[in-house]
C-alpha cells in the first residue's frame, strides 16, 4: 500500500501536484487553510454572480496548464475562446499602438507589419533590436528593464505604450525595479515562438470553475482526500527528515512526504525554523469591475492604456454581458482612492478612449489583491528557493519556486507537477 502524501495549499500548484501524484497510483491529502480551493485564482461571489478575484490574463504558452487540464478531463477549446494577439493600447499622448497577428502576412511578419502600421519603422526597428539583444541580455548579468530599454535604444514612446504595460502585464512590476532577464524569457517564450503561443485564452467561466473545482472533482473520484478550512501551523521535522504537521487545535497529521504549496510569504513561515529560504516582496493588483447595461462591448476582448490609472481593460460580457474588468498592476497612486474614487476615475478614463460607453456604471466593484504576485525585481532568479530541500521527504512547489516564469499560473502549475516528479523519483528509486 502507498503512503499519503499530504500537500499544504489548495491553490493551481498544490492541485496539479495532488494530480500528478494521482495520475502515478499515489494517495494524496491536499490541506488548504481556506474555505475554497483556487488560492490566488479563486471564485468569488458578487451581486449574485460568480466573478475572479482578479482579472486573469493566460496564453497560448501555458503548455503545462493546458496539459493537466486536458488529463483531467477539461476540453481547452471549450474552456477557452482562443483568438490571435490583437491588441491595441490607447495612450493619453500618443495615438493607439496595434500589437497584432491580424492580416494575411504569415507570423511574425504579420506583427512587424501591424506595428509598422502604428509606430513607423521606428517602432518595428526599435522592438527587433530588442528582440536580437535577448540572447546578449540573458547570458550578462541581470539588470533592470529600465536600464534594457536604454542599451537598446528604445524610444520615450515605446517605453510609456508599449513596455511599461507590457513589464507590468507580466511581471507585475515597474521597469525601474523589474529583471530584464524574467522579461527577456517572457518575451522569447511568447513573442519568439510559433504564432500560437502568442494566443490570447479568454475564459469561459469565472477561474474557479475553469480549473479548481474540476480538479477537487477528480481528485476525490481518484480518492484523494481534500480538507478546507485546515491551516498548517507547522511542520514536524525529526532527525532531518519531515515526519508530519501541526494543524489547529493541537492536532497532527503524519507523513512522511509533504508538498508545500504555498503562497510564497506563508513558505516562508512555515519554513522558518528548519530552513531559510528568502521572503520575497509581493506586490498588489487590483481589479474594477464595472457593470455597464447588458448591450455595452468593448471593441476587442482585451485592450491597453497608457498614462492612466486603468492599464487594461477586459471584456467580460460573454460570462456576463455588459461586465468590464479593469486592470491595474503593481503598487501606485491608485491605492490611495477609496473603491468609489476609484470606479469614478477608471470610468472617466475609459470615456476618454471609448466615448460612447455611458459615463457612469450601473454597479461598481473593487478586488484589492495586496499580496498578488512576487515582486520580480532584478536577480529574482538567485532568490527563488529549489523544489528539493535539505529536509528529507519535503519538497517545495507554488509560483515562487525556482523556474523561468514570473508569478504566473504556468509557473504554479509547472511548479506543482515538478514537486510531484521529483517525490516520485525518490520512492522509484
Ligand atoms: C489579481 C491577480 C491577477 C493575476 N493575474 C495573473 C495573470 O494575468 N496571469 C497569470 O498567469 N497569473 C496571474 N496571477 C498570478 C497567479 O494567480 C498566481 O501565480 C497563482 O495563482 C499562484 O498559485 P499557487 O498555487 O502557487 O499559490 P496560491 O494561489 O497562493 O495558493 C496557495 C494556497 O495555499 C493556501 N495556504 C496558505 N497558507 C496555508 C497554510 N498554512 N495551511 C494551509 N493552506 C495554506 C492558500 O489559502 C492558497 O489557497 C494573478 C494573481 C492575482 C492575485
Sequence with gaps: MTETTLIIGGGWSGLAAAITLIQQGHKVHLIESAKQLGGRARNVGWQGQTIDNGQHLMIGAYDHMLAIMRSIGINPTEAFHRQSIDITIYDTDYPPLNLSAKGKLPWPLSLAWNLIRSAGFSGLLQVSRLQANIPKVLSGNDITVSDWLLKTRQSDRLIKQLWE????????????????????????????????????????????????NVAAEYIKRHGGQISLQTRVQGLIVQQGKVTGINIQDGKIITADSIIIATNPSQSAKLLKSHITIDKPIEYPICTVYLQYPIDIRLPAPMLGMSGTVSQWLFDRSEQSPGLIAVVISAPGKHEKLSSNELIQQVCKEIRQVLPDLPATVEKGFVIREKRATFACTVNIENQRPKCETTIKGLWLAGDFVANSYPSTLEGAIRNGKNAAQQLLSTKNS
Excluded at 513589464?167 to 517564450?189: F, G, W
Aim: charged share 10%; glycine share 4%.
Design 165 to 212: 504595460p507590457l513589464c507590468l502585464a507580466t511581471l507585475n512590476t515597474p521597469i525601474d525595479h523589474a529583471s530584464a532577464h524574467t522579461l527577456a524569457k517572457v518575451l522569447q517564450d511568447s513573442l519568439g515562438q510559433h504564432k500560437s503561443a502568442a494566443d490570447l485564452l479568454i475564459p469561459q467561466q469565472a477561474l474557479g470553475d475553469l480549473f479548481p
